[in-house]
């Protein structure tokens, strides 16, 4: 069992940046990917990013290249999203993700093992 807490979120202004955290305990070396997801209100939880278990493998979604980038310390068991330059449309509860098993990329969110709480992100225009 892999527990993941999420860490980061916030209110902040259009144009500004979030670094949001994930922190896994537990079962920790069973971790492979591991991956955020955002939902927003009304809307299906959507893949943001993922990196593989060495993080040598990366997948943004179109809508985030260029402005988020997810990285991880696994010496800490730890997985990143720093946001740059937020939108409005960025906001949503982001969700941490792993898996014990390496699908390659893009992985779909029912493969995904472990899930976080969530960390709300509100970008005001």
């Known amino acids: 069992q892999v527990q993941l807490v999420e860490s980061g979120g916030g209110l902040v202004q259009a144009g500004d940046s979030l670094r949001l955290s994930c922190v896994a305990s537990?079962?920790?070396?069973?971790?492979?990917?591991m991956a955020w997801f955002r939902q927003a209100p009304g809307k299906e939880r959507e893949l943001v990013a993922e990196?593989?278990?060495?993080?040598?493998?990366?997948y943004y979604a179109d809508s985030v290249k260029g402005r988020f980038t997810i990285s991880r310390d696994n010496a800490k068991n730890t997985v990143f999203l720093q946001m740059n330059s937020l939108k409005p449309e960025d906001t949503a509860v982001y969700y941490c993700?792993?898996?014990?098993?390496?699908?390659?990329?893009?992985?779909?969110?029912?493969?995904?093992?472990?899930w976080g709480q969530g960390t709300q992100v509100t970008v005001s225009s």
């Open positions: 990196t593989s278990g060495s993080g040598g493998r990366t």
């Open positions: 537990g079962r920790t070396l069973s971790i492979g990917p």
């Open positions: 993700a792993a898996s014990n098993k390496w699908y390659g990329v893009p992985t779909s969110a029912a493969k995904f093992d472990s």
